[in-house]
């Protein structure tokens, strides 16, 4: 592919001096800011995310802050997880649906207090739905996108790092908790989250000012942990399940569809959106879900559009996201089946751009 032409539109970072020395080798568009895909090469990040420390530059995770009394209100409005037991210092992985019940947006949601809230969003705009949402329903409450940037500390040796740079008391935060730590004077949020199955921790850093200080610092502490720069990796993400918005869902599909029922509550979920929609669909059922594939053959190229699944002549889903595995030895995949064909073990041919290739429905994710 040709390069990427640089402008004003699309932004960088407050880390991409930092990403840029460390040598990134490619990049990806992601809520209208640069997102790095590869420095050593995908399967050399991938082997060395899965057994050192990472710092990744996810500034793309834009937060969507609601400042205000009816900020609470606002947040249930958008999402069909009920979120009435949810405390301060807590993170909840939420679905963000529209009136038809589809997918918008798959943020994890940060409750700073009850009247302060940051959404931590894929890769839409949900800034202009919620902003629509705030002003047609006349709601007490700011909504904006704060100069916060989240810096990602993934890996088995995570904790090691960050406890050198923000002291040991980051070892007790719980999974999808945060704490207030302090660097440089300056409070940051520090949540036990992150785009991988590896650990870590996602520290969301307010004020650009302080951005390539804390980056400075945790490579000079991590020196001896062989900390590298890195980014989320396509081959680790899909061997945990975890979905892309754009990528595996888009706005026609329900949170159900997307393996996402967990996280809904909807029939207590009040004053969601969808939650009349999700209702009507939810006494039928989905009619199609994600599901974890197995891909044979050699390596697959990366899916850039969806792939075709047929069972014989008949179309029964698509491939999303694939990716060559070397701790599986195998493409590992995910796509969207219909309900028909979704059984674990189904046989299934896929139309990769290289031919049609055997492909199975697994039981679930790599984990
Ligand atoms: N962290 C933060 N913001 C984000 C992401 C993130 N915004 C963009 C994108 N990632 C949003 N999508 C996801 C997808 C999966 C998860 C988080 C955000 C995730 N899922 C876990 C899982 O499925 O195993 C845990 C879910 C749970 O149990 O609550 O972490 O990564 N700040």
Not at 295 to 318: K, M, N, S
Request: hydrophobic letters at 40%.
């Amino acid at each position: 592919m040709a390069l990427i032409s640089p402008s004003r539109r699309l932004r960088r970072t407050p880390f991409s001096e930092g990403v840029e020395a460390a040598g990134v080798k490619a990049y990806t568009v992601y809520n209208r800011m640069l997102l790095p895909t590869v420095f050593e090469s995908v399967e050399a990040d991938y082997r060395h995310l899965k057994d050192h420390v990472q710092v990744w530059d996810v500034s793309v995770e834009r937060q969507v802050e609601l400042r205000g009394p009816d900020a609470a209100r606002l947040m249930q409005m958008l999402t069909p997880r009920d979120l009435r037991g949810m405390l301060p210092g807590r993170c909840f992985y939420i679905p963000i649906v529209d009136e038809t019940g589809g997918m918008l947006n798959d943020p994890v949601a940060v409750k700073l207090a009850e009247d302060r809230w940051w959404i931590s969003i894929a890769d839409s705009d949900l800034l202009l739905w919620v902003k629509g949402i705030a002003n047609g329903y006349r709601l007490d409450v700011l909504v904006d996108e704060p100069d916060v940037s989240p810096l990602a500390i993934q890996g088995p040796k995570a904790d090691d790092l960050a406890a050198r740079v923000f002291g040991d008391g980051v070892r007790d935060i719980k999974f999808f908790r945060f704490g207030l730590f302090e660097f440089e004077g300056r409070e940051m949020v520090v949540a036990r989250s992150g785009y991988s199955k590896q650990g870590g921790f996602e520290v969301y850093v307010e004020g650009a000012d302080i951005a390539m200080p804390l980056w400075d610092a945790l490579f000079r502490a991590g020196a001896d942990l062989n900390v590298r720069a890195g980014c989320p990796n396509a081959i680790e993400r899909i061997e945990g399940g975890l979905l892309s918005y754009g990528n595996d869902m888009t706005d026609d599909n329900t949170p159900h569809e997307c393996g996402l029922g967990r996280f809904c509550d909807t029939q207590t979920a009040i004053g969601c959106i969808g939650r009349d929609a999700l209702l009507r669909v939810a006494k039928e059922g989905p009619v199609q879900q994600v599901r974890a594939l197995v891909i044979e053959g050699d390596p697959v190229p990366g899916c850039d559009r969806a792939w075709p699944l047929f069972a014989g002549d008949t179309r029964v889903g698509q491939v999303t996201s694939a990716a060559w595995s070397p701790d599986h030895q195998t493409n590992v995949a995910i796509g969207m089946v219909r309900m028909t064909h979704w059984e674990t073990g189904t046989q299934l041919k896929v139309a990769t751009p290289e031919g049609l290739r055997d492909t199975t429905v697994q039981a679930g994710f790599w984990i």
